[in-house]
């Protein structure tokens, strides 16, 4: 294997991987406190990426699109926990989860009806566009962006959670929500805050998403957090280092096996991605990284 074409790959790999590490951490954090997976959460991914294409075409600079898509990402989600989770507080989970899917195909009519059902292209600037050559191998500048602003949410999201007080009430409601409601941590907070900083993940993921297709439509965030849920299981349910290194695992498979398999297989990448991952399972049932307290019911 050339090492050039290598580490093309593996730049390709934590570019696509960090976008599900994100979407799989705003899975996990809501999960953790009240075990819901939120499968609209991808509808949020794309109220994100259309905020950048109003944006962009209302001719704002980027750092403007960017920041407003991302907001727009933010009050989404806060506003779905709001309207409709929120008045399902003490329901059991296969409610929530039907609730769920229900805001996800109410979203995705939505966005078809009113806005289009066709992608719509994003324009880009040529600078971003493009690529640099380190040592002979070509880099494109997208993906690097990419890593760099993955691992920089990240570390950000990292020191949020250990040395704020928002953060460890979040983290302690992970552990025993119970618990924290009988100290007097109020409860509606930490779950707002929870669904605030899923949107705040799926708003970044959306950014670098969109910059990669160059476009966005209603369907843009199904595929990513179905693969996003994928690598929650992965890195084992209810654990935010779990989820982020299970983002991490299945990107990588999905970019080696479409580079390296032989080109008959290709057409069956996603059973190859989703079958190395009922091997991992196989081995390690509770997944790579297991939460203290597992609860994958």
Known sequence: MPLDLFIQQLV????LGGIYALLALGLAVVFSIIRLINFAHGEIMTVGGYGVFFSLLLGWPIPAAII???????????????????????????????????????????????????????????????????????????????????????????????????????RAAAEDFDMVRL????????VAAAFALSGLLAGIAAVIWTAQRGSVDPLMGFFPVLKAFIATVLGGLGSLSGAVLGGFVVGAIEVFSQAFLPESLSPYRDAIVLGSVILILLVRPEGLIPPARVDRS
Not at 12 to 15: E, G, H, I, R, V
Not at 70 to 83: G, P, T
Not at 114 to 129: D, T, V, W, Y
Not at 183 to 190: I, P, S
């Open 12 to 15: 390709n790999a934590l570019s």
């Open 68 to 170: 407003v898509g991302v907001s727009m990402s933010i009050i989404a989600a806060v506003a779905m926990e709001r309207l409709a989770f929120r008045a399902m507080k003490g329901a059991s989970v296969v409610s929530l989860l039907i609730t769920s899917f229900a805001i996800s195909e109410i979203l995705k009519v939505l966005f078809q009806n009113g806005i289009s059902a066709r992608p719509k292209p994003i324009a880009l600037p040529s600078e971003l566009s493009g690529s640099y050559e380190v040592g002979g191998i070509v880099i494109g500048v997208i993906p690097t962006l990419s890593i760099a602003i993955t691992l920089i949410s990240l570390t950000v999201l990292t020191a949020f959670l250990r040395r704020t007080t928002t953060g460890l009430a979040m």
């Open 183 to 190: 100290l007097g941590v109020r409860a509606g907070g930490v």
